[in-house]
């Protein structure tokens, strides 16, 4: 049916539509950045957020199925579209709390796909709001209409996005019936995408916990309960351990001292053989004076006002490893991993047995 055979109403539709294409385009504009504003203040990331307006053709092609259910374009609630994609499914009721904040909410209209329970269901399980923006959130004086059109926010995660991807590029659901084999195949499937979709807010929930729990011994001093791992690594950082002994060698000269990352020492500490924070919380207590020694002989020929935070977490190693037999060779392992493998570490090795063989520490 060419355009010219179309109904009266169904004409009148088209031009309003046509008419609204800049407010249609300004809602695209704006809705992708006030959600993201709204989603950095709650500290949610979400994969991404897509965007459409219905194009003519497809508008064409819902008003010849139902164009008489409507008055006029307002009553059309999808002609812009929202996809808000997430990493986790617990985010997607976040996303969605966010929405009911910003936005006016046609609960009549919208749709929890999420209960529904049948077990091909899996990536049609989107929570589907049919949203209008309140002035209080958006307003744009060119574009009035902006406040008056409905809009269409779909929220999923990403599995759940990739699952209908696959299931429209495979002719799944499109009423077209398939061999039972392969839709078998693809329930299962479902299923499997399903719970990996929960296994993964399960496990994000218990490191959640795991952290928190990190924290609680760090602060009670709890430490050898807490075994030597990245997080427990960075909470004990974060109560700055070094920092005495960093103050105490930057004295020498009165420096100052520039703060650098400690991060690149943990798998220094791995290597020597620790296990829990507690044993980097016993080389503070045993090997600061033998550091501070060290520190002594480096800065006493130099002239250095500035001085990194990381001569008190190397001297320290320095130490532990000269004290325990580990040598040149252990000296050259902890600068490769510290600088990365090169012949100037062996040299460096050779320079920090030199100037350590009678410092006080070493011969006790």
């Given at each position: 049916?060419?355009?010219?055979?179309?109904?009266?109403?169904?004409?009148?539709?088209?031009?309003?539509?046509?008419?609204?294409?800049?407010?249609?385009?300004?809602?695209?504009?704006?809705?992708?950045?006030?959600?993201?504003?709204?989603?950095?203040?709650?500290?949610?990331?979400?994969?991404?957020?897509?965007?459409?307006?219905?194009?003519?053709?497809?508008?064409?092609?819902?008003?010849?199925?139902?164009?008489?259910?409507?008055?006029?374009?307002?009553?059309?609630?999808?002609?812009?579209?929202?996809?808000?994609?997430?990493?986790?499914?617990?985010?997607?009721?976040?996303?969605?709390?966010?929405?009911?904040?910003?936005?006016?909410?046609?609960?009549?209209?919208?749709?929890?796909?999420?209960?529904?329970?049948?077990?091909?269901?899996?990536?049609?399980?989107?929570?589907?709001?049919?949203?209008?923006?309140?002035?209080?959130?958006?307003?744009?004086?060119?574009?009035?209409?902006?406040?008056?059109?409905?809009?269409?926010?779909?929220?999923?995660?990403?599995?759940?996005?990739?699952?209908?991807?696959?299931?429209?590029?495979?002719?799944?659901?499109?009423?077209?019936?398939?061999?039972?084999?392969?839709?078998?195949?693809?329930?299962?499937?479902?299923?499997?995408?399903?719970?990996?979709?929960?296994?993964?807010?399960?496990i994000r929930h218990?490191?959640?916990?795991?952290?928190?729990?990190?924290?609680?011994?760090?602060?009670?001093?709890?430490?050898?309960?807490?075994?030597?791992?990245?997080?427990?690594?960075?909470?004990?950082?974060?109560?700055?351990?070094?920092?005495?002994?960093?103050?105490?060698?930057?004295?020498?000269?009165?420096?100052?001292?520039?703060?650098?990352?400690?991060?690149?020492?943990?798998?220094?500490?791995?290597?020597?053989?620790?296990?829990?924070?507690?044993?980097?919380?016993?080389?503070?207590?045993?090997?600061?004076?033998?550091?501070?020694?060290?520190?002594?002989?480096?800065?006493?020929?130099?002239?250095?006002?500035?001085?990194?935070?990381?001569?008190?977490?190397?001297?320290?190693?320095?130490?532990?490893i000269l004290k325990?037999?580990?040598?040149?060779?252990?000296l050259k392992q902890?600068?490769?991993?510290?600088?990365?493998?090169?012949?100037?570490?062996?040299?460096?090795?050779?320079?920090?047995?030199?100037?350590?063989?009678?410092?006080?520490?070493?011969?006790?």
């Amino acid at each position: 049916m060419s355009k010219e055979h179309l109904d009266p109403h169904t004409q009148e539709l088209l031009a309003q539509y046509k008419a609204l294409l800049p407010v249609f385009s300004r809602m695209t504009e704006a809705l992708p950045e006030k959600l993201k504003e709204f989603f950095e203040e709650a500290g949610i990331i979400v994969a991404s957020i897509e965007h459409r307006i219905k194009t003519e053709e497809s508008l064409i092609g819902k008003l010849k199925l139902k164009g008489d259910k409507y008055r006029d374009i307002f009553d059309i609630t999808d002609i812009v579209g929202l996809r808000v994609i997430t990493f986790y499914i617990d985010d997607v009721g976040k996303v969605a709390a966010i929405a009911e904040r910003l936005f006016d909410i046609d609960w009549e209209n919208s749709i929890d796909k999420r209960k529904i329970h049948e077990i091909d269901s899996f990536g049609y399980l989107s929570l589907h709001y049919i949203c209008r923006i309140p002035e209080s959130s958006f307003y744009d004086p060119e574009h009035p209409e902006v406040n008056k059109i409905r809009f269409e926010l779909q929220m999923r995660t990403v599995l759940q996005h990739a699952w209908a991807n696959m299931n429209h590029d495979t002719g799944y659901k499109s009423g077209v019936e398939i061999p039972k084999v392969y839709l078998r195949n693809l329930s299962r499937l479902a299923g499997m995408l399903e719970l990996v979709d929960d296994e993964f807010s399960r496990i994000r929930h218990e490191l959640s916990d795991y952290r928190r729990k990190v924290q609680q011994l760090v602060a009670s001093g709890n430490l050898d309960e807490l075994q030597l791992d990245g997080d427990s690594f960075k909470s004990f950082m974060s109560i700055g351990p070094f920092d005495g002994l960093s103050r105490r060698i930057a004295s020498i000269n009165q420096a100052e001292i520039q703060p650098v990352d400690p991060s690149p020492f943990l798998p220094v500490f791995i290597d020597m053989g620790f296990k829990t924070i507690g044993d980097i919380d016993s080389l503070i207590k045993n090997y600061s004076e033998a550091a501070y020694q060290i520190a002594c002989f480096q800065m006493g020929i130099t002239d250095l006002d500035i001085v990194s935070s990381s001569v008190a977490p190397q001297n320290l190693c320095t130490a532990y490893i000269l004290k325990n037999g580990g040598g040149r060779a252990g000296l050259k392992q902890m600068l490769d991993t510290l600088n990365g493998p090169s012949e100037s570490n062996e040299f460096m090795a050779d320079y920090l047995l030199e100037q350590t063989k009678d410092l006080p520490f070493m011969n006790k």
